[in-house]
């Protein structure tokens, strides 16, 4: 059983374009943080979000966690061909936790 | 300043090799991982180091041995790998292990068993 549920798995679009990635889960989390990662580089971290309801402006990215620290969303606005790559969310259970991993959205934006 | 290093950037090693894999970091971050990412799955949680003392060991198979020098330095010393060990190994640190601190990634080694 996945504890954070991603989706889409593979979204490819035009630049230009909007769109929305998910980050879902059945259970309560103190932090959730959202990564890009480019073929054979490490994660870059994007955000972190700790509090119910919080949304957080990345310049064209829009990142939002639930009101009830279940789930997130990440929201691009006019893609441009440099968003590619895989966007993976993490999150922490409890203030000891180990960091859980999604299983990604691979983003491409076309020209 | 957010950087993690990790060298070598590649590494090809047969199964009767020795080898190891360095991290380092200067932000003054007291929680060090590894972690394995095989190709088009999500980074996999080896060990964790805190305060330089092995807190976490998700049982990794005993020819990956961490090693915690001091407070900017991790190792993972290699023996005895399996082709199926061919992954990219990223190394990542936190302020703590404790509290919603973020972790920041290193570039990884693509490691490349044969």
């Known amino acids: 059983t996945q504890l954070l549920e991603q989706s889409p798995q593979f979204l490819s679009i035009q630049e230009g374009e909007n769109l929305t990635v998910y980050c879902n889960s059945s259970s309560v989390f103190s932090s959730l943080q959202w990564y890009r990662q480019e073929p054979g580089e490490g994660p870059v971290l994007l955000v972190t979000?700790?509090?119910?309801?919080e949304v957080k402006k990345l310049k064209r990215l829009t990142f939002q966690f639930g009101d009830a620290r279940k789930d997130s969303s990440l929201h691009i606005t006019a893609a441009q061909t440099g968003d590619t790559g895989l966007y993976l969310c993490?999150?922490?259970?409890?203030?000891?936790?180990?960091?859980?991993f999604g299983k990604g959205t691979k983003l491409s934006v076309k020209p | 300043d957010t950087e993690v290093t990790q060298t070598p950037k590649h590494l090809v090693m047969g199964m009767t090799n020795k080898k190891s894999l360095k991290c380092e970091q200067h932000m003054g971050h007291r929680a060090m991982y590894w972690y394995k990412q095989k190709a088009k799955k999500p980074p996999e949680l080896m060990f964790v180091?805190?305060?330089?003392?092995?807190?976490i060991n998700e049982s990794v198979p005993s020819r990956f041995s961490p090693e915690c020098p001091n407070s900017s330095l991790l190792n993972l010393h290699l023996h005895a790998l399996q082709p199926e060990d061919s992954a990219l190994y990223l190394c990542?640190?936190?302020?703590?292990?404790?509290?919603?601190?973020?972790?920041?990634f290193g570039p990884g080694t693509r490691l490349t068993v044969t």
């Open positions: 180091y805190s305060y330089e003392k092995l807190s």
């Open positions: 990542a640190s936190s302020l703590r292990l404790a509290g919603a601190h973020e972790q920041y």
């Open positions: 993490a999150a922490r259970r409890g203030s000891q936790g180990n960091l859980i």
């Open positions: 979000v700790v509090t119910g309801g």
